[in-house]
């Protein structure tokens, strides 16, 4: 059989050996693995199928055959049982480290994956649940309110949907191949419009791609436009990622285009979220190749390393915005962020036209012909092409968009909108200009709150590579701890490359202090759950979004700018992946 073929020991071999060999296993915590009980694993499953599990050991090559064949995509050993506890206990060792601040984050590799098990049922190469068991027992022993799943996984993770839909405590999101149910597992509660049932109501998100060939640009707009806005109103105090890679370049699988470092992307936007407590579990991935690579990435950004620039990013293709607003659209009513979709209100910063400020080299590259001038800005300012490319962020936020010219006098009146805004243009801005260098400026008087401030520094270090210069104009900051310093200074320039260390004193109600712990990779503070924006906010994100949507492709959430017809998917040599 094809999956006998593809779920093989090697998958865990191979990962493991990639992070031995890139050093970043040297740079890692490694936590004893134990089985789980039979208590841990009655969370979530019923104590029948327990206990059919636990007669395979002794089982027969037929009688192993005959009892696979019971399930849906499953094949067992007689190690399986043995194997199936330990990866679920690897997982709860995880949850425990993390949740008593033993360590800050963490990657189970695990073996055999968990996501398509059910109550009482095998699926999909999976025995037992290993995430919904590990969120479970989050809550039980932790007494955890709220649990993020994600799961980027590309087939749909049913089972955990299934132990879920009903609980407002867990939010459930899953990324998956669809094709219309024609794709594995061809359940109609895999498309969008399963939103969960009863007090779950809302609490289930099903992304279904329905053609194959998505690729980084699809995978960001999903977390830009849909998860993330989400995440944020939903505040978790745990973030579980179901880590399936088969939804990478050149999986069997999956089918899809994007690469190995999108998953560095995709980590990093999750670790501001709960505290940084980020555990993520090892689902599939079937290409061996893309799959270590995949997991390199993945604990690389867990480490706190910069990401990588992201690959090929460009329009999201039709097939994707259809999704995207399929989900938005099934969500408005039982998420304030996703309110207004049908009206596609969406952000308020406004974006400045800005290049770093040097002396040009003669390696710069020539900027193209609309980029040279700009003319004035406020009838005053002119800006040239300087060299490497800058996102600037000031007081409340200017952005150079490069192609529009729009000044910001005021920002978001409250927390919601300011978040709204960054999910809803900032990022997706930030990503498509690909900037050199990250340039934030917060003068006195900001009306940006730390927590933000802190969030917003955290989540840009995803651009430029970690390229970060921070200018901070303070009234009075006693530095005299620092060697170079002897006095206090009206203002402090921070030039941040994720690696200079500062020893501040007396700045802790500055915005300082703050601004160098999520520089030097602390994760900010949880916002709590928010609630809607103003209307007024909201109106003008919206307005100054459509204006951006012709030059801008990632602010797209509808397809209201898409060409005609589908971006063919980019097509990539695995092999040639370093």
């Given at each position: 059989?094809?999956?006998a073929?593809v ?7 191979v ?23 039979e ?5 979530i499953?019923?104590?029948?199928y ?50 008593m ?50 799961d ?50 809302g ?8 053609k ?36 990478g ?21 999750l ?37 990588p ?12 915005l ?61 800006w ?61 008087g ?11 520094t ?32 009206s ?71 898409t ?16």
């Open positions: 059989l094809f999956f073929l779920e093989v020991p090697e998958r865990l071999t990962s493991y050996e990639a992070l031995v060999r890139s050093g970043l296993a040297d740079h890692c915590v490694s936590i004893p693995v134990r089985e789980a009980t208590e841990e694993i009655l969370l499953h019923s104590e029948e327990l206990e059919k599990v636990k007669k395979t050991p002794h089982m027969s090559v037929q009688e192993l055959k005959d009892f696979a064949l019971q399930f849906n995509a499953v094949y067992f050993h007689p190690n399986s049982y043995h194997c199936a506890k330990l990866a679920v206990g690897a997982a709860l060792q995880l949850v425990d480290h993390v949740l601040g033993k360590v800050r984050n963490g990657m189970a590799l695990v073996r055999p994956p968990g996501h398509h098990s059910m109550r009482d049922a095998a699926c999909g190469f999976c025995t037992f649940n290993n995430v919904a068991i590990a969120a479970q027992y989050a809550k039980q022993k932790y007494g955890l309110k709220r649990v993020l799943i994600v980027w996984d590309i087939h749909h993770g049913q089972g955990v949907q299934y132990c879920f839909e009903d609980d407002p405590s867990v939010l459930y999101f899953s990324w998956h191949r669809y094709e219309h149910s024609i794709f594995w597992p061809h359940l109609p509660e895999s498309d969008y419009d399963a939103v969960g049932k009863d007090k779950g109501v609490f289930n998100i099903n992304v279904p791609w329905n194959v060939g998505m690729t980084n640009s699809d995978f960001l707009s999903v977390f830009c436009h849909v998860l993330l806005p989400v995440a944020y109103e939903f505040c978790p105090e745990l973030v579980l990622v179901s880590a399936g890679y088969d939804s370049i050149g999986d069997p699988e999956g089918e899809m285009c994007a690469t190995p470092d999108i998953f560095a992307h995709l980590t990093h936007l670790m501001n979220l709960a505290g940084g407590k980020v555990c993520a579990v090892l689902e599939g991935g079937y290409n061996l190749t893309s799959l270590s690579q995949s997991v390199c990435q993945t604990v690389q950004t867990l480490l706190g390393d910069p990401n620039r992201p690959e090929n990013l460009r329009s999201p293709c039709q097939s994707a259809e999704s995207i607003h399929c989900v938005r659209w099934a969500h408005r009513r039982y998420w304030s962020c996703l309110g207004h979709a049908v009206l596609n209100h969406v952000t308020c910063f406004f974006c400045l036209f800005f290049q770093l400020i040097c002396p040009p080299s003669k390696s710069a590259p020539s900027p193209p012909d609309h980029q040279k001038k700009r003319g004035k800005a406020h009838g005053k300012t002119k040239r092409w300087f060299g490497p490319r800058v996102f600037l962020i000031l007081k409340n936020i200017c952005l150079h968009a490069g192609k529009t010219v729009v000044f910001v006098p005021q920002g978001c009146a409250d927390v919601s909108g300011v978040i709204q805004a960054v999910f809803g243009l900032l990022l997706p801005l930030g990503y498509e200009f690909d900037p050199s260098l990250v340039l934030l400026v917060r003068m006195p900001s009306e940006v709150s730390d927590g933000v401030w802190q969030q917003l955290g989540l840009l270090q995803c651009l430029a590579q970690g390229h970060v210069l921070v200018l901070i104009q303070v009234k009075r900051l006693n530095l005299a701890s620092c060697s170079s310093c002897s006095s206090a200074y203002q402090l320039v921070i030039c941040v490359l994720l690696s200079f260390r500062f020893d501040f004193q007396e700045c802790e109600k500055s915005c300082v202090s703050p601004t160098a712990c999520s520089l030097l990779g602390e994760p900010a503070p949880p916002l709590g759950q928010l609630q809607a924006p103003l209307p007024q906010d909201v109106e003008d994100m919206e307005r100054l979004r459509r204006k951006l949507l012709a030059d801008w492709t990632l602010l797209q959430t509808t397809g209201e700018h060409a005609s017809g589908s971006i063919p998917a980019t097509s990539i040599n695995i092999e040639s992946i370093d």
